[in-house]
């Protein structure tokens, strides 16, 4: 980062040290950032049509101490004191407000202990945000606390050799935009918590005072809250309330409770505390039996049971806050609860179900616990400049850095840490939680509801894998959850899904992290949707691929060689040069063989690289991972399942040679195109012998890693990706758009139909160039000459459908065969749907507007859209009927940009002048011959 290098001083030097003339330029400043704002969402520029006018800014407000990330269409707002924490996340095209609620900037787990980095307490109601509560809300002492900020631009976060050749337009990389990063210290060293005034300390060193009330069910005579001359010991069966009951003391706002479990292993009956509130009971106990908390019944945060555990509740306004502590280490927060008002008593102890303190279950086990101490406190004490100098940050603990960008052009920001290990120590990042949004439910239910409705809010992140082709499968680091904190909301038992984090799924990174090391995290990418409406949703999704994955733009022309032998990839690179292909991949059972260590191999694919890219065709070729075994079967993940049967642990031995041998033969070779089939699907590995990890809890982080790196390695030195699953944030080019490859042993004109239909399916999530499809030149998965098209010659007219179908949705298939022409006339056929596609690349490769999906009953097919181009609009139209369709078809056009009057030329005819009507739609005569297709392109009519 280059702008601004120094942090900005965070806190008093803020908020406290402005001068009067540093307030008033910082409220004018706002102003005109929030004008900015205001003026853009009124006019009637559509950010999917013209991106330009949407440029990101970042804004102080020093009046209200915020920090404002905006670029006219999205607005996230960032309160800086007295911490860090995201207040408001706003779509600016609809003006809607995400969130319900504020919670911390993010989370780490360092050495075994939580930490909340940033954020702010004591919101009276989760249900919304008011911003007059915003001033009253308090800090976490035990969290991370905000020390600074800089920005800058945006920085490539990994480099891309671009192919020209294969883009039909230049895509900016990195994306503009602005860069921001929030650095935060650990918590105060010196005492957990500012102490506040001891209003009384329980300490139970004698029997117990006459305040105390015992309550107990009857069922167990030695039932006790003092045994063998120990107060506070309960002695009771393992489902039986004993717990001591004290009014609360006047002036009190917090207290301590210090409890050890004992040899009590139940769960809904473990020892902990009830507040007395309103008349009822609200539970906060430990479940030794699970070594897990709960408050009122939600499970929160782990434990020890073997060692001493401190409870304390916080009243905080209008709220309890419920968090525990164990050894002196941080403070988990377990749950909040309403406090609307001063609790009248406080019960400790084995208090049972419903905290009455009288319930019994069947478990009549006899169990004995102990409550040692409890200590009532008042508020506390205003900090001084002088006492807050005397505490500094933890030196055992290491900074942490949260990263910010948002891009100019589109409502998307992303979000990551940087854990920079300032101690003198190695440390451990066990967890993380990267992004943590406590969104509005867009639909509320009293019960549990079959389909739930999910907020305008697409959430992704480039730790993706799984074994998919799509990012709403391979996308297990982001989870909506339940939020237990939300104890207003509609649904009884308080499941509304309505909490967002992004985190490693289950367990990990458990990464090492060396004095003056770094540990960064995955990366989250949070896009503000502006409708419900499928197609623009989608669109808004394809622009941010275009953006932060430019590289999945390059689109060449591929042919799968089914023969991997020298003359065969010698015929292969002439036919792909005469026809206009642009890449040949040596495919799957060719023979070819990545990992043969021979020179001389080497040496041979070497040359023919050379002779391929002498004649403009880049040569690569396939290697298999997943679903196949290591050369020693103690290199394959251990002890865990697995996604395809079998694995190879990339952090063994093997593992690391694999993609080490990898890159010696593609760079080497100078190979321009890998397929990696069966990439790495996510698996664990619970091998500790394996020199990359060492463990379950890193393995799947450490394996993540060495794919990734692999692939941006590919991607820095220019080869070409295809890889079946979702890494094209990560630097793949292409995955499947979505076939069942059996599916191609269907006879030749079911495939054509079903084609279509997996082009049509595949291009909402993905842009055309994304993902490619698949034509059995020679026979795959059976079928025999029915399903194949060799002889290429004789099935000529079925031939041009498959490129029609393809080339005319700028889709670009694996065609694997052992050739691409077997005669003069099938070569004039392939050249002239590949010049049909060059001629309109730049619009065959814009968005997909879906308007029928094949169905055999009639006509099908889209229209493509590029509102900055010189063709706006390019129809397809196919007809699976074996009569001729003449219909007129209402066609939209509002993505294309064209909003007065249209030329439209059929296929290379004379243009044809069509006024647009006010819902932006032309009716459009359209002719397609039986069996056969026909498309139509749309430029804007000069003086228009």
Known sequence: ??????????????????????????????????NYSITTRASNTDWLINPAPFKARIVQDGVANELVL??????????????????????????????????????????????????????????FIKSKWLDDLTTNPNAYHFAGWKEGPIEAR???????????????????????????????????????????????????????????????????????????????????????????????????????????????????????????????????????????????????????????????????????????????LIGTVPCPTVPTALRVGKVGLDGSGEDAGGDKRVVRCHISRVIWRGAIRAETDSTRTKLSARDDLPEIEVHYEIYDGLPLLSKWLVVRNTTSKTVRVNRFVSEELHFAEPETSTGAAPVHEYPNLWVETDYAFGGNESPYYDNPAVKVTADPDYLTQVNYARRTPCLLRCEPPQMGPDADVAPAGTFESFRAFDLLLDSTERERRTLAQRRMYRTIAPWTAENPLMFH??????????????????????????????????????????????????????????????????????????????????????????????????????????????????????????????????????????????????????YKWCRSTGIFLNIPDWYCLSGGNKCTLGYRETDWSLPR????????????????????????????????????????????????????????????????????????????????????????????????????????RANGLGWDGWLHVNPQGKEKGLLMVYNPLDTTIHESLSIPLYYSGLTKITAVREQDGQPVSYKIQRDYSIDLPVTIPAFGFNWYVLEEKPGA
């Open 1 to 34: 980062m280059n702008d601004g290098d120094e942090f900005i001083a965070g806190k008093s030097n803020i908020a406290n040290h402005m001068s009067k003339v540093n307030r008033v330029f910082s409220i004018l400043w706002f102003a005109v950032a929030l």
């Open 70 to 127: 905006e670029n006219g269409l999205a607005r996230r707002v960032i309160r800086l004191s007295p911490n860090a924490a995201t207040v408001d996340l706003e779509n600016l095209t609809s003006g809607e407000h995400l969130l319900r609620a504020v919670g911390p900037e993010a989370r780490v787990t360092i050495d075994g202990v939580p930490f909340a980095i940033g954020g702010l307490e004591g919101q009276p109601v989760q249900n």
């Open 158 to 332: 990994m480099a891309w050799q671009k192919h020209p050749e294969w883009l039909s337009r230049d895509l900016p990389w990195p994306p503009s935009g602005r860069h921001v990063v929030l650095r935060f210290m650990p918590p105060l060293a010196g005492p957990a918590t500012p102490s506040g005034p001891v209003i009384l300390d329980e300490n139970f060193d004698c029997p117990l005072k006459p305040e105390w009330r015992v309550l107990a069910n009857a069922g167990m005579e030695r039932a006790s809250f003092r045994n063998e001359g120990k107060t506070g010991e309960i002695m009771a069966w393992s489902a039986m309330a004993v717990c001591a009951e004290h009014p609360w003391p006047a002036n009190a706002v917090r207290v301590e409770v210090f409890m050890d479990s004992g040899d009590d292993y139940s769960d809904a009956w473990g020892p902990g505390l009830a507040l007395m509130i309103g008349g009822r009971a609200v539970p906060f106990i430990t479940n030794p039996g699970s070594e897990i908390f709960s408050v009122n019944g939600q499970t929160a945060g782990t434990f020890d049971r073997a060692k001493p555990c401190v409870l304390r509740v916080r009243i905080v306004g209008g709220n309890a806050v419920c968090e525990a502590a164990q050894d002196g280490k941080s403070w988990q």
């Open 561 to 710: 060689k089914v023969n991997s032998d020298p003359k065969s990839i010698r015929d292969a690179i002439e036919q792909a040069h005469e026809v206009g292909f642009e890449m040949i991949i040596i495919s799957f059972g060719s023979g070819l063989d990545l990992e043969n260590t021979d020179s001389k191999y080497l040496e041979t694919y070497k040359e023919l690289a050379a002779e391929a890219r002498s004649q403009g065709v880049a040569l690569g070729g396939y290697s298999l991972l997943a679903s196949r075994g290591a050369a020693d079967p103690k290199d394959n993940t251990q002890s865990q399942p697995t996604t395809f049967g079998k694995m190879p642990c990339l952090g063994s031995e093997w593992g690391q040679w694999y993609l080490g041998q990898l890159r010696h033969f593609l760079g080497d070779a100078g190979f321009g195109v890998l397929e990696h089939d069966g990439s790495y699907p996510g698996d664990r590995c619970a091998a500790t012998n394996h020199p990359g990890h060492h463990g379950l809890e890193d393995s799947q982080w450490v394996q993540w890693r060495a794919i990734t790196d692999f």
């Open 749 to 852: 004109a079911e495939q054509e139909i079903i084609e279509r239909q997996n082009i049509f399916d595949g291009t909402w999530n993905k842009t055309a160039s994304m993902g490619w499809m698949f034509v059995p030149l020679s026979q795959y998965h059976g079928g025999g000459a029915a399903a194949t098209i060799e002889p290429l010659k004789d099935h000529l007219p079925h031939y041009e459908r498959r490129l029609a179908n393809l080339l005319g949705a700028g889709v670009q298939a694996c065609w694997r065969g052992p050739r691409l022409y077997d005669s003069e006339e099938t070569k004039g056929l392939v050249r002239k749907w590949v010049a049909f596609y060059k001629l309109h690349r730049e619009v065959l490769d814009g968005d997909i507007i879906h308007l029928r």
